[in-house]
């Protein structure tokens, strides 16, 4: 019983939960950067090549078709997928930036701590020996 309760302090802390939320929110931002990536910027991009953005690809072993009318055995590189990932991930750490930026500035910003309290001087405390010894 003692595990169980364990757990579920660990589970229901503060940290954690941000963090699952953070997790599902960024999941689900990952969604919108790659169908913003993917329906608006490819295409443009695409129109530069004047192929589908996605679709570029270095052959490197052309295929053969089949009876099925699909290529089969061909060896690509496909840059244009591997550059579309390359966006969706700048956007996303561009975003992420901002984000972080403007948390950090939000928050109060510390105020110096008090200073310690001064002691007496090295003079002072010499002074103060001095007085000790002369009244002994």
Known sequence: M???KEFKDFAMKGNLVDIAVGFV??????KVVSSFT?????????LLFKADFN??????TEGTV???????????????A??????????????MFIIVKSVNKMKK??????????????EELLAEIR?????Q
Do not use: C, R, W
């Open 2 to 4: 003692g595990f169980l």
């Open 25 to 30: 929110m960024g999941a689900a931002f990952n």
């Open 38 to 46: 993917g329906g608006i910027v490819s295409p443009l991009i695409g």
């Open 55 to 60: 679709d570029l690809k270095y052959v490197i």
């Open 66 to 80: 089949n009876d099925a009318g699909e290529t089969v055995g061909e060896i690509a590189v496909l840059y244009g």
């Open 82 to 95: 591997f550059l579309t990932n390359v966006i969706d991930f700048l956007i996303v750490a561009f975003v």
């Open 109 to 122: 910003k510390e105020e110096p701590a008090p200073a310690a309290p001064k002691g007496p001087t090295q």
């Open 131 to 135: 007085d000790l010894l002369k009244k």
